[in-house]
């Protein structure tokens, strides 16, 4: 999950009246990454993300962990459909209409995101989004910000995932 906003660490109070996270700054790894819904392909750790909005069936965008070339980041992707959602055509969703062609597979960036882990593992709150992570764009600078590649689904809308654009001042790069 994602979401174009800017991050804030939110805090509660706990039984003795501490304040503490109430989501942790997470770095996902190789150790983790895959637990956490990140498959490897070729070295590289890739995941399905949604917009903020909505509940797709299926991702609208890609992350790929690390600053990585977009060609690389397209195989990644079409790997991450194939072993996920059983499809290997990235053009399309499942079960679009093959004759609409989407003639070109949208640029990556490079930029960076602070992924928060809900809750903090030592407050377990028990609800439904204890130990699920959420991504949110940031500077480089951000505390906890990690480089990641992002790449729009090719059948996805164009401000569906909200991946920072470059050309609109976003805090990115166009990859190679």
């Given amino acids: 999950m994602t979401t174009t906003d800017l991050y804030e660490i939110v805090t509660g ?3 003795d009246g501490t304040l503490h996270p109430v989501e942790q700054i997470w770095t996902p ?7 956490s819904g990140f ?20 991702p609208v965008a890609f992350l790929v962990l690390g600053h990585q070339r977009w060609t690389d980041v397209v195989e990644a992707a079409a790997a991450y459909m194939a072993r996920i959602h059983s499809w290997r055509n990235l053009h399309l969703y499942p079960g679009d209409d093959p004759s609409l062609l989407i003639p070109l597979i ?8 602070v992924f928060l882990r809900h809750p903090h593992s030592d407050h377990g709150c028990g609800c439904e989004w204890d130990d699920t992570w959420r991504m ?15 790449l729009r689904h090719p059948a996805a809308l164009v401000a569906a995932a909200g991946i920072p654009n470059p050309d609109e001042g976003a805090p990115a790069t166009w990859a190679a």
């Fill in 13 to 15: 109070e706990g039984d």
């Fill in 136 to 150: 949110v764009w940031a500077p480089h600078t951000e505390p906890g910000a990690v480089p990641v590649t992002a």
């Fill in 39 to 58: 498959i490897a392909h070729r070295g590289f750790h890739v995941t399905g993300i949604d917009d903020p909005t909505d509940d797709h069936l299926y």
């Fill in 106 to 113: 949208p640029r990556a960036v490079h930029t960076h995101g």
């Fill in 29 to 35: 790894c190789a150790d983790d990454a895959a637990d």
